[in-house]
């Protein structure tokens, strides 16, 4: 069965830092676009970053580029989110999704601004508490 599993949540204080893991569970890492995503209490959810595997492309939602980094340890099978300078507004529900395939720019562009279509296989989450 494929099944992102995430891992790394926690509570960090505002300008703190933190990095999530997405570990491929029945899959080959190497074979899949692995997107971030985070869900707020009340709030849809949305895209954080997106990285092509196997070849390394990545992509940043305006809102946390030059914040967050996205990067992959194909040897492991993790997928990485290193979080710095965290906000309030970061404080969500953080989920790993994967795509099956390859991922140039412009696709990698569409998952993050049409979520709902974007995966094809969701983790279950990690929450992630930035306080004040």
């Known amino acids: 069965e494929v099944q992102p599993v995430e891992s790394g949540g926690g509570l960090v204080q505002a300008g703190g830092s933190l990095r999530l893991s997405c570990a491929a569970s029945?899959?080959?890492?190497?074979?899949?676009?692995i997107g971030w995503f985070r869900q707020a209490p009340g709030k849809e959810r949305e895209g954080v970053s997106l990285?092509?595997?196997?070849?390394?492309?990545?992509y940043y939602a305006d809102s946390v580029k030059g914040r967050f980094t996205i990067s992959r340890d194909k040897a492991k099978r993790l997928v990485y989110l290193q979080m710095h300078n965290l906000k309030d507004g970061d404080t969500a529900f953080y989920y790993c999704?994967?795509?099956?395939?390859?991922?140039?720019?412009?696709?990698?562009?569409?998952?993050?601004?049409?979520?709902?279509?974007?995966?094809?296989?969701w983790g279950k989450g990690t929450m992630v508490t930035v306080s004040s």
């Open positions: 999704g994967a795509a099956e395939g390859n991922s140039n720019p412009q696709a990698m562009k569409h998952m993050i601004e049409d979520v709902r279509g974007s995966m094809d296989y």
């Open positions: 029945g899959f080959r890492l190497a074979d899949y676009t």
């Open positions: 990285i092509s595997v196997s070849d390394g492309g990545t």
